[in-house]
């Protein structure tokens, strides 16, 4: 029973390896079947792990996510609440670019009109898992930032967490294939928060 327990604990660590690889290739759409077959194991090996896509993609991120979710703990106690609202929405923007599908999955919006009998793990369906659960923790992890920014009437009136959302992940998407992916990613930050406008 001890041996059968370590060979799941090695097979979970060697898929999620190869998964973290192969999300950081295809983004989102990464296959179950490639990671299993990469990995050694059977595809219901995989599925006993990971049973939908989304339950993949949760552990892919689930690490960096929850850093997110410390540093806007952690600037929470700071006393600038703008500049605290802004470096952890940076970092978003930052974590966006370089975790490849992670912009792909929040900015998934689930179909209204799937038929009826349709399946329900098809990729889009466990994506929409998936930006569920992580945009969930993300907005619960920054609500505090956000709130408090509103209340000292440092940011605009009317701001929501999917408006932050919605900026981080268009800039992450919009310069997925530049050249230089970071660079470009900072500069389209800089003007969300300075306008075009040039300073008086």
């Given at each position: 029973?001890?041996?059968?327990?370590?060979?799941?604990?090695?097979?979970?660590?060697?898929?999620?390896?190869?998964?973290?690889?192969?999300?950081?290739?295809?983004?989102?759409?990464?296959?179950?079947?490639?990671?299993?077959?990469?990995?050694?194991?059977?595809?219901?090996?995989?599925?006993?792990?990971?049973?939908?896509?989304q339950a993949l993609l949760e552990a892919v991120f689930q690490e960096r996510v929850q850093a997110l979710c410390e540093r806007a703990d952690r600037l929470?106690?700071?006393?600038?609440?703008?500049?605290?609202?802004?470096?952890?929405?940076?970092?978003?923007?930052?974590?966006?670019?370089?975790?490849?599908?992670?912009?792909?999955?929040?900015?998934?919006?689930?179909?209204?009109?799937?038929?009826?009998?349709?399946?329900?793990?098809?990729?889009?369906?466990?994506?929409?898992?998936?930006?569920?659960?992580?945009?969930?923790?993300?907005?619960?992890?920054?609500?505090?930032?956000?709130?408090?920014?509103?209340?000292?009437?440092?940011?605009?009136?009317?701001?929501?967490?999917?408006?932050?959302?919605?900026?981080?992940?268009?800039?992450?998407?919009?310069?997925?294939?530049?050249?230089?992916?970071?660079?470009?990613?900072?500069?389209?930050?800089?003007?969300?928060?300075?306008?075009?406008?040039?300073?008086?």
């Amino acid at each position: 029973m001890t041996g059968q327990r370590s060979d799941a604990r090695r097979n979970y660590s060697r898929i999620l390896a190869v998964a973290e690889e192969e999300v950081a290739r295809h983004g989102a759409a990464a296959s179950l079947e490639q990671v299993a077959r990469i990995a050694g194991v059977g595809s219901a090996t995989v599925r006993r792990h990971f049973p939908t896509r989304q339950a993949l993609l949760e552990a892919v991120f689930q690490e960096r996510v929850q850093a997110l979710c410390e540093r806007a703990d952690r600037l929470s106690r700071t006393d600038d609440s703008r500049t605290a609202l802004l470096e952890w929405l940076h970092d978003l923007v930052r974590y966006a670019v370089s975790a490849r599908g992670l912009a792909d999955v929040l900015a998934y919006e689930p179909p209204t009109d799937t038929p009826a009998g349709a399946p329900t793990d098809t990729p889009a369906d466990t994506d929409a898992s998936a930006r569920h659960s992580c945009g969930a923790a993300l907005e619960d992890a920054a609500a505090p930032l956000l709130r408090r920014a509103l209340r000292e009437e440092v940011v605009r009136p009317g701001v929501t967490f999917h408006d932050l959302l919605t900026l981080a992940v268009g800039i992450a998407l919009a310069t997925e294939h530049h050249a230089e992916p970071a660079i470009q990613a900072d500069r389209l930050f800089t003007l969300t928060v300075e306008g075009l406008s040039p300073s008086p």
